[in-house]
């Protein structure tokens, strides 16, 4: 318990949990792209997915919720931290190669935040305005309409692209610095992990953004 209190424990915390999201952001594309598919595509992978037990679900759920609650209280509190020791820390930051994304993680984690609890409220609790919610020819619940429903206005297809474009900021540092505290970089291997982490962040854009603009362009149709 005593190297939580510690910075590099704080930051560790941060890895563990960001890296298990990171994770679950992959299986989740991986999931999402059954919807090129088709209808059958999306809803059978739905469909699977509800079928497991109950209680797996409810405690998939229940970890995703305290690694995402979890993130953002450590984030928070190291933000503070490294803003009170800025002076400190001076020498090491201008060392360390800051980046855009780099220097805004607690803003580009704030508004995935705003855009996780949207989501969620969106597609998993169904309640926002104007999605069709409806069930397909074998009786299930079709959430391939209902995504469908959500992203033929420009606007609906664009918070999504907007999401997935903070989300593509936050890797671009997110991934390297995992690895970073995790101790798995050096001075040879930082370089291609840098890199590598910049071009997963980027796939994970584009396979996202795939979706929305796909459907609002007619490339995925019922
Ligand atoms: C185009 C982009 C996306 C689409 C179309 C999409 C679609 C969906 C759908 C349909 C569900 C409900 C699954 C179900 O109950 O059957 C869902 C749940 C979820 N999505 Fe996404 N998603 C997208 C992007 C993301 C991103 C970028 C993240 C995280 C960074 C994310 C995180 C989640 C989470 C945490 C859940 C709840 C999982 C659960 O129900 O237990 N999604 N998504």
């Given at each position: 318990m005593e190297f939580l209190n510690t910075s590099i424990g704080r930051k560790m915390i941060m890895a563990v949990t960001g890296g298990s999201m990171i994770l679950f952001t992959i299986i989740h594309l991986l999931g999402n792209s059954s919807i090129f598919v088709g209808p059958s595509g999306i809803n059978?992978?739905?469909?699977?997915?509800?079928?497991?037990?109950?209680?797996?679900?409810?405690?998939?759920?229940?970890?995703?919720?305290?690694?995402?609650?979890?993130?953002?209280?450590?984030?928070?509190?190291?933000?503070?931290?490294?803003?009170?020791?800025?002076?400190?820390?001076?020498?090491?930051?201008?060392?360390?190669?800051?980046?855009?994304?780099?220097?805004?993680?607690?803003?580009?984690?704030?508004?995935?935040?705003?855009?996780?609890?949207?989501?969620?409220?969106?597609?998993?609790?169904r309640s926002t305005p104007g999605l069709k919610l409806v069930t397909d020819a074998s009786g299930h619940f079709d959430v391939f309409a209902m995504v469908?429903?959500?992203?033929?206005?420009?606007?609906?297809?664009?918070?999504?692209?907007?999401?997935?474009?903070?989300?593509?900021?936050?890797?671009?540092?997110?991934?390297?610095?995992?690895f970073q505290t995790i101790g798995q970089a050096n001075d040879s291997t930082l370089p291609t992990i840098t890199t590598v982490g910049r071009f997963v962040a980027l796939v994970l854009f584009l396979g996202f953004a795939s979706i929305p603009l796909s459907i609002l362009l007619g490339i995925i149709k019922g």
């Open positions: 059978s992978y739905a469909e699977h997915l509800h079928s497991m037990p109950l209680p797996i679900i409810v405690a998939f759920r229940a970890v995703m919720l305290a690694l995402f609650v979890v993130h953002v209280i450590y984030g928070i509190q190291l933000t503070l931290e490294n803003r009170v020791g800025r002076t400190s820390q001076y020498a090491l930051k201008a060392n360390r190669k800051a980046t855009f994304s780099s220097e805004n993680m607690i803003w580009t984690g704030s508004l995935l935040f705003v855009f996780i609890v949207y989501h969620l409220l969106h597609f998993t609790f469908a429903s959500s992203f033929t206005s420009f606007v609906g297809a664009g918070i999504y692209v907007a999401f997935v474009a903070v989300l593509f900021l936050h890797l671009y540092h997110g991934i390297q610095s995992f």
